[in-house]
């Protein structure tokens, strides 16, 4: 057969002669690569993706969210936007994985039944305890209000910010934070070699918790849960002894059991009931539902006629279950919480990373670092503000001297030549600074014209004010921790909400 123009053309492959290569093989101990290999594959999950860290109580992925729809402007007074849309800005610009893991993170702060303080304001199926939300094609979503208090301010160099993952954009590395989200909404982590798990609280008391430490710094686990007597589960519920969760508050790790809220009431004319109203949390009714009929069927519980599941979005659990004549409704419910998920074991491991590194914390702990963080962001916003208002005090300083000869000031721009023959002249004869005098001449003359002294003085009085307070605050240690206090008061104010999880006896 006959080559064609190119088989006839092509050439042996040549490649580097044994001793040619052009690169250098270097002989490594195989248990020490592997080692060092693992723990910065370790390092990578802790930091970047398991962990929250203690300050704001958020992992990267849930900072990413929230940071990114307040730059994308979703505020809660703004309309809704397709959750898709927020998930491919998410990950085009901050966070370089899957998107489902983003919708997944996107979806939990939106559902009141997982978080104690929902930071993300849902529109449509956001999914129930039994089933998953639809696809985010199909939702919306918006940051709610109690999210803005917790990005707001971090444009005044509140909080540091580090390169996103290519380097081109900045994101923050924690969020301001204005109260203990880690404790309010708890979480849950398994990163390599740890995990965490962390049990929501009610926000009204873990700020007073916070208050109370800030004036006494010394204070014991006894006299803080004075304040937070126990976690305050979003799904209500009811504690069964506090041991677990004194362990908890003292060392960072203890389990305690959480009971359904269950009624005894009369369901039909002649018979007797159970009425399930709040399960453990993340129980759904489907599962406790299915577990009964499991144990009714196998015979291993007595006394049960029938089992209706009439829960819905609107009115919440509502299983209802039958009770056969001649058995006795409380001892029907002891075997079911003996039995069923209607009683459930919660652990707490309070792992958190404070100064990006893994600490097991108790309550006191928890509190503390997110003091100390408070304390750095009114410190620093102080120093934001009180620089702002000494730049701005610096221009109303030499526009009052401007408008005292106003048709001077325009004489001499029009007379000048260029730009910096009018630049010197003004700064001599009006003793202005460069500053001063590139403002005056950057402005219209028309706007120029049109200022009034009496504005400017008032303005002047106002920034000379500004500046004294937060002179004063920046002085004063104890004037920084009154601020911090005093604005955890107007949080609680604004969000907290009565207990839903009842302290039962052991």
């Given at each position: 057969m006959a080559k064609t123009p190119t088989q006839s053309k092509a050439k042996k492959p040549t490649g580097p002669k044994p001793g040619e290569y052009p690169g250098k093989i270097v002989d490594i101990d195989v248990s020490q690569e592997v080692s060092e290999s693992f723990l910065e594959y370790a390092y990578s999950v802790i930091y970047s993706r398991a962990l929250p860290d203690a300050r704001d109580g958020l992992k990267p992925v849930h900072r990413r969210i929230l940071h990114q729809m307040a730059d994308m402007g979703l505020r809660p007074e703004r309309g809704h936007v397709k959750s898709a849309r927020v998930v491919g800005e998410v990950m085009g610009k901050l966070h370089p994985h899957g998107d489902g893991a983003i919708y997944d993170a996107l979806v939990r702060m939106a559902q009141s039944f997982s978080m104690r303080l929902p930071l993300i304001d849902g529109h449509g199926n956001f999914g129930s305890l039994d089933a998953g939300p639809a696809a985010m094609r199909y939702t919306e979503a918006r940051l709610a209000t109690a999210a803005m208090a917790m990005v707001a301010e971090a444009d005044e160099n509140t909080v540091d910010f580090g390169p996103n993952y290519d380097g081109q954009l900045s994101e923050p590395l924690v969020l301001p934070a204005a109260y203990p989200n880690l404790l309010v909404n708890g979480g849950s982590g398994i990163a390599v070699g740890m995990a965490t798990n962390m049990a929501p609280h009610n926000l009204g008391e873990v700020i007073a918790a916070t208050k109370f430490l800030i004036d006494n710094p010394s204070a014991t686990i006894k006299a803080l849960m004075k304040y937070?007597?126990?976690?305050?589960?979003?799904?209500?519920?009811?504690?069964?002894?506090?041991?677990?969760?004194?362990?908890?508050?003292?060392?960072?790790?203890?389990?305690?059991?959480?009971?359904?809220?269950?009624?005894?009431?009369?369901?039909?004319?002649?018979?007797?009931?159970?009425?399930?109203?709040?399960?453990?949390?993340?129980?759904?009714?489907?599962?406790?539902?299915?577990?009964?009929?499991?144990?009714?069927?196998?015979?291993?519980?007595?006394?049960?006629?029938?089992?209706?599941?009439?829960?819905?979005?609107?009115?919440?659990?509502?299983?209802?279950?039958?009770?056969?004549?001649?058995?006795?409704?409380?001892?029907?419910?002891?075997?079911?919480?003996?039995?069923?998920?209607?009683?459930?074991?919660?652990?707490?491991?309070?792992?958190?990373?404070?100064?990006?590194?893994?600490?097991?914390?108790?309550?006191?702990?928890?509190?503390?670092?997110?003091?100390?963080?408070?304390?750095?962001?009114?410190?620093?916003?102080?120093?934001?503000?009180?620089?702002?208002?000494?730049?701005?005090?610096?221009?109303?300083?030499?526009?009052?001297?401007?408008?005292?000869?106003?048709?001077?000031?325009?004489?001499?721009?029009?007379?000048?030549?260029?730009?910096?023959?009018?630049?010197?002249?003004?700064?001599?004869?009006?003793?202005?600074?460069?500053?001063?005098?590139?403002?005056?001449?950057?402005?219209?003359?028309?706007?120029?014209?049109?200022?009034?002294?009496?504005?400017?003085?008032?303005?002047?009085?106002?920034?000379?004010?500004?500046?004294?307070?937060?002179?004063?605050?920046?002085?004063?240690?104890?004037?920084?921790?009154?601020?911090?206090?005093?604005?955890?008061?107007?949080?609680?104010?604004?969000?907290?909400?009565?207990?839903?999880?009842?302290?039962?006896?052991a």
């Open positions: 937070i007597p126990g976690p305050d589960f979003p799904t209500g519920g009811e504690l069964v002894g506090l041991e677990g969760v004194r362990e908890a508050y003292a060392t960072g790790k203890g389990s305690f059991k959480v009971r359904a809220t269950v009624e005894i009431e009369k369901v039909t004319s002649r018979k007797m009931g159970l009425v399930i109203k709040e399960l453990p949390f993340t129980i759904g009714p489907e599962k406790v539902v299915e577990r009964i009929a499991a144990l009714v069927k196998a015979k291993k519980i007595q006394g049960i006629s029938d089992i209706i599941d009439l829960t819905d979005g609107q009115t919440g659990t509502n299983v209802v279950i039958e009770i056969k004549n001649g058995f006795e409704p409380e001892k029907v419910l002891e075997q079911l919480y003996a039995l069923t998920p209607m009683e459930d074991a919660f652990s707490i491991n309070a792992v958190a990373l404070v100064k990006g590194r893994p600490q097991t914390l108790g309550l006191k702990e928890l509190l503390k670092v997110f003091i100390d963080h408070r304390i750095e962001v009114v410190r620093r916003r102080s120093e934001f503000r009180k620089a702002k208002a000494q730049a701005r005090l610096t221009l109303v300083d030499g526009l009052l001297k401007a408008i005292i000869d106003i048709d001077k000031v325009i004489k001499i721009i029009r007379a000048s030549d260029d730009a910096a023959t009018a630049k010197e002249k003004l700064m001599k004869d009006f003793k202005l600074n460069d500053e001063q005098v590139t403002y005056i001449l950057d402005m219209p003359l028309r706007r120029l014209t049109k200022m009034s002294k009496l504005e400017l003085e008032s303005e002047q009085k106002e920034l000379k004010s500004i500046i004294t307070e937060l002179t004063a605050l920046l002085k004063s240690d104890d004037a920084i921790k009154a601020k911090v206090s005093e604005e955890l008061t107007a949080v609680s104010k604004s969000f907290a909400t009565p207990r839903k999880t009842r302290i039962g006896a």
